[in-house]
């Protein structure tokens, strides 16, 4: 199916929760050429998101709100906006992230071009030393992409399961086990495989689980390094979104979470894929992975803060790419 890059084809699916001060940040960077809809799924936020959303609708018309009316979580989230989205493609997106200008246009390219089902983007987390200036959001990706450029095979493993998605590859596309959030697929698949609402809490493995379940299906996967979505540096989201409860919070659900995929999942897994960790192998050594996920801190000195601000920030930015929205 080929399609002029300009056709608007896709439907970017975000939900959202208490974080009304960074939507006019965030939503328009996903209003991409290609993209003919985005859906706001307010997880019935406490904030003034409706009306942040409102004033959003006026200024960019092909912005839709949908609104929970009960705090229902990612998953059930996600399902709102699938079920009315009306593109060819869903992207599923995050209201504290960016994405860099062109990744839509991207995905695309490489998902027609090579016939895969579902491709994910670069993904990236800024340090607290970065502000949420674009220009320096596009200074750090730069910087990033030229300290993380590594060899494709250290993007996604099944055994150990194991990914650095943050990793920069010299090659339009990597085709992997699994990617991570920010990904775009054919609607009609989004529609059958749907997210499991089991996943509540901070939701770790929620896309997981819908990606594996492609997987298991024979669907085609890819990692395509020039797309990148960005995370803004945690002071600017603190106790909002997934981390609402505070990092003891968060780091139960994402044990309870993390168990209930791979006991669900590992022995499927093994037998299409001949693995030979066990689960007990496999829980022990992702649940090691989340608790030291969880330890590690963005705490940054005033010498990083520094050297990003009046080093990397000038030196790393894009001529003539500022990205301004």
Known sequence: MNREHNMKTVTVVIPSYNRAKILPKTIPTYLQPDVNELIIIDDCSSDNTEQVVKKLQKKYPIIKYFRNEVNSK?????NVGIKNATCDYIYFGDDDSIIKPGTIKRLIEV??????DLVGARYLTCEDYCS??????????????KLWTVDGSRIANLEPFRSFFCGYCKSDYIEVPYVHACFLTDRSIASN???????????LREETDFIIRC??????????????QINLAPKYVKST?????????WLKSA???NEIFFKKYWNLLREKFNLTYSLEQILEQTSKDIKDCSASTNKFSLYEYLYFNLYVAYKYRPIGLEWKY
């Not at 979104?241 to 919070?249: D, K, S, V």
Request: aromatic share 14%.
């Open 255 to 257: 044990l309870e979470c």
């Open 74 to 78: 990612q998953t059930f989230s996600k």
């Open 215 to 228: 997987l298991l299906n024979d669907k085609k996967i890819a990692y395509v390094p020039d797309a990148c």
């Open 132 to 145: 949420d200036k674009i220009s320096k959001i596009a200074a750090y990706e730069v910087w990033k992409r």
């Open 111 to 116: 998902k027609e071009k090579y016939n895969f």
């Open 193 to 203: 495989i749907l997210f499991n609402t089991f996943y509540t809490g901070c939701a």
């Open 241 to 249: 979104g997934a981390r609402t409860g505070g990092q003891e919070a």
